[in-house]
């Protein structure tokens, strides 16, 4: 017994299949087509097994003189021909995410302007196909299943030895077809997943639909700073003070990389510990977290390692990654688990290096510490009850104005629009600061609520408690009376982004005789220390 599959050309180069369970005896390349013939044994066996969609779909010789068997276009696309003398390469299945299909097949009009305004490349059309096919070829595979065990419950009683023998005989076949469609439902689910998973998070309803030109000013903090005197970058402040080497780092590691030195080294500690502390003092978690991921972990948090221009860095010869924030190893701490709703919120703070590519990233708006590949960072994330993640997304907002206040730093707060979203995000606040020595304003921080786009993929879910009322006087507490559970919304955050940081200090708080004042929330944390001085020549 062999199982093959039959495929066929529709057009636009794509490729049609059926699985086909029955025993095929040979099989050729069509001479005047580009379909695959096969010559088939018990082609009315096989017609009684299909569905009618299916069986329609398929023309079947059942005289012997035809000697091929049927020209089959059932619409179910699948992977690349496979030849019985070429086994392919394996490909990790794909994990799967829980996407709710049917709301993106009955709001396929909201779905596909949120498509357009994001400006993001997700196939709906395809999608939509893909999961019809998937529809389809999961009904047979049920439908096969139930005549699979009904066969096997005939097989209890007592029968004739031919009744028995023709019970085998079709177990065996029901089996082995059986096993080429649940193979092709796999092969299908994984590509609907993939293509599935291209499908941004819907959007906030406030947020400004365009181009990042779009984004919408939602506050101002302080006023820049009068200077009296030439100011300089950090880069120049940095080489004059002896707190960075670039050339050095360039030669030992490549461009976009740096030592810190000296003062610069208790300015990271302090400003990492300073942050820390704001956050923990509003009941934030801390957490130091591997930097090192699994690729599908990236790819469940919405970050595409494998993608053209990535910011991620893969490990060669294994399915990891170094992380680009701390929010992907936060994100999986709690991956595929059901939480009680007692536990919620969630709050976190936590403290890692991050690692970019920064593909595409020159000019002189980049220059020094501004985009680098390795840096550090505190980053906050919430799990939370859906009704309540609007609440903590203005929370985190006005944590990191109070931080920022703090340092005596002038900056803005913009609602960003719909298009300089990533693809988790319902809505983004960013915080630009001013940056005098570079001239301009710099994002320091941005502020997420991803809704359950990622809980989704990432498989963290928490069981509501059940409402008291609902519950009788004396009532025993049952598998009745426990509530069903649902996905947590997750949101994040940046608390300090240690070189952005440092420009905004360094450019901000810079003296004319070359010094810079640390700003007085800093202090406790960098031992007292007050000004950076130059040093003695």
Same mark, same amino acid.
């Given at each position: 017994?062999?199982?093959?599959?039959?495929?066929?050309?529709?057009?636009?180069?794509?490729?049609?299949?059926?699985?086909?369970p029955?025993?095929?005896?040979?099989?050729?390349?069509?001479?005047?087509?580009?379909?695959?013939?096969?010559?088939?044994?018990?082609?009315?066996?096989?017609?009684?097994?299909?569905?009618?969609?299916?069986?329609?779909?398929?023309?079947?010789?059942?005289?012997?003189?035809?000697?091929?068997?049927?020209?089959?276009?059932?619409?179910?696309?699948?992977?690349?021909?496979?030849?019985?003398?070429?086994?392919?390469?394996?490909?990790?299945?794909?994990?799967?995410?829980?996407?709710?299909?049917?709301?993106?097949?009955?709001?396929?009009?909201?779905?596909?302007?949120?498509?357009?305004?994001?400006?993001?490349?997700?196939?709906? #059309?395809?999608?939509l196909?893909?999961?019809?096919?998937?529809?389809?070829?999961?009904?047979?595979?049920?439908?096969?299943?139930?005549?699979?065990?009904?066969?096997?419950?005939?097989?209890?009683?007592?029968?004739?030895?031919?009744?028995?023998?023709?019970?085998?005989?079709?177990?065996?076949?029901?089996?082995?077809?059986?096993?080429?469609?649940?193979?092709?439902?796999a092969?299908?689910?994984?590509q609907l997943?993939?293509?599935?998973?291209?499908?941004?998070?819907?959007?906030?309803?406030?947020?400004?639909? @365009?181009?990042?030109?779009?984004?919408?000013?939602?506050?101002?903090?302080?006023?820049?700073?009068?200077?009296?005197?030439?100011?300089?970058?950090?880069?120049?402040?940095?080489?004059?003070?002896?707190?960075f080497?670039?050339?050095?780092?360039?030669?030992?590691?490549?461009?976009?990389?740096?030592?810190?030195?000296?003062e610069?080294?208790?300015l990271?500690?302090?400003?990492?510990?300073?942050?820390?502390?704001?956050?923990?003092?509003?009941?934030?978690?801390?957490?130091?977290?591997?930097?090192?991921?699994?690729?599908?972990?990236? #790819?469940?948090?919405?970050?595409?390692?494998?993608?053209q221009?990535?910011?991620?860095?893969?490990?060669? @010869?294994?399915?990891?990654?170094?992380?680009?924030?701390a929010?992907?190893?936060?994100?999986?701490?709690?991956?595929?688990?059901?939480?009680?709703?007692?536990?919620?919120?969630?709050?976190?703070?936590?403290?890692?290096?991050?690692?970019?590519?920064?593909?595409?990233?020159?000019?002189?708006?980049?220059? @020094?510490?501004y985009?680098?590949?390795?840096?550090?960072?505190?980053?906050?994330?919430?799990?939370?009850?859906?009704?309540?993640?609007d609440?903590?997304?203005?929370?985190?907002?006005?944590?990191?104005?109070?931080?920022?206040?703090?340092?005596?730093?002038?900056?803005?707060m913009?609602?960003?629009?719909?298009?300089?979203l990533?693809?988790?995000?319902?809505?983004?606040?960013?915080?630009?600061?001013?940056?005098?020595?570079?001239?301009?304003y710099?994002?320091?921080?941005?502020?997420?609520?991803?809704?359950?786009?990622?809980?989704?993929?990432?498989?963290?879910?928490?069981?509501?408690?059940?409402?008291?009322?609902?519950?009788?006087?004396?009532?025993?507490?049952?598998?009745?009376?426990?509530?069903?559970?649902?996905?947590?919304?997750?949101?994040?955050?940046?608390?300090?982004?240690?070189?952005?940081?440092?420009?905004?200090?360094?450019?901000?708080?810079?003296?004319?005789?070359?010094?810079?004042?640390?700003?007085?929330?800093?202090?406790?944390?960098?031992?007292?220390?007050?000004?950076?001085?130059p040093?003695?020549?």
């Amino acid at each position: 017994m062999m199982m093959l599959l039959g495929f066929t050309s529709v057009g636009g180069g794509s490729l049609r299949w059926a699985s086909l369970p029955s025993t095929f005896l040979s099989w050729k390349r069509a001479p005047s087509s580009s379909s695959f013939l096969f010559a088939a044994a018990g082609a009315a066996t096989i017609k009684s097994r299909l569905l009618p969609g299916l069986r329609d779909a398929c023309g079947f010789a059942t005289s012997r003189a035809a000697a091929a068997a049927p020209l089959c276009t059932a619409a179910l696309q699948t992977a690349p021909i496979i030849h019985q003398d070429k086994v392919p390469d394996e490909k990790p299945q794909q994990w799967k995410a829980a996407i709710d299909f049917k709301w993106i097949r009955d709001n396929k009009e909201a779905v596909a302007t949120n498509i357009r305004n994001r400006n993001s490349t997700a196939n709906l #059309e395809l999608v939509l196909d893909l999961y019809d096919q998937f529809s389809t070829l999961q009904k047979e595979v049920e439908r096969l299943r139930g005549e699979r065990n009904a066969v096997a419950n005939k097989m209890k009683g007592k029968l004739e030895p031919s009744v028995r023998q023709a019970l085998i005989e079709e177990g065996k076949n029901l089996k082995e077809g059986l096993l080429a469609l649940e193979e092709n439902l796999a092969q299908l689910t994984d590509q609907l997943q993939r293509e599935a998973q291209c499908i941004p998070n819907l959007t906030h309803p406030d947020v400004p639909i @365009g181009g990042e030109d779009k984004s919408v000013l939602r506050k101002t903090v302080g006023s820049p700073r009068e200077f009296g005197f030439p100011i300089k970058d950090h880069v120049q402040l940095g080489k004059e003070l002896d707190l960075f080497d670039f050339d050095a780092a360039a030669e030992v590691s490549g461009s976009k990389f740096y030592y810190l030195k000296n003062e610069a080294v208790l300015l990271e500690m302090a400003l990492v510990n300073w942050a820390l502390s704001e956050a923990m003092k509003r009941g934030f978690v801390p957490l130091a977290t591997p930097e090192i991921v699994r690729s599908s972990v990236v #790819e469940k948090c919405g970050f595409q390692p494998r993608g053209q221009n990535t910011q991620v860095y893969s490990i060669e @010869g294994s399915d990891q990654c170094l992380i680009g924030t701390a929010e992907i190893p936060v994100g999986g701490i709690h991956i595929d688990s059901i939480l009680s709703d007692s536990q919620l919120p969630l709050k976190y703070v936590a403290f890692s290096h991050c690692f970019r590519t920064e593909a595409g990233a020159a000019g002189s708006a980049t220059r @020094g510490l501004y985009r680098v590949h390795q840096f550090s960072k505190v980053e906050m994330f919430i799990l939370c009850r859906p009704e309540e993640s609007d609440f903590y997304h203005d929370e985190l907002i006005k944590l990191e104005e109070d931080m920022f206040t703090s340092l005596g730093l002038h900056f803005k707060m913009l609602d960003m629009s719909s298009e300089d979203l990533g693809a988790p995000a319902y809505r983004k606040f960013d915080i630009e600061a001013w940056m005098p020595g570079l001239g301009r304003y710099g994002e320091i921080s941005s502020a997420s609520n991803c809704t359950d786009y990622q809980s989704r993929r990432l498989g963290i879910r928490y069981r509501p408690s059940p409402p008291e009322q609902s519950l009788p006087p004396h009532a025993k507490k049952g598998k009745s009376n426990v509530t069903s559970t649902q996905f947590v919304h997750t949101l994040n955050a940046t608390a300090c982004a240690v070189p952005r940081m440092m420009i905004c200090l360094l450019e901000n708080f810079q003296q004319e005789d070359g010094s810079v004042v640390i700003p007085q929330a800093l202090r406790p944390f960098i031992g007292g220390l007050n000004v950076i001085s130059p040093r003695p020549r």
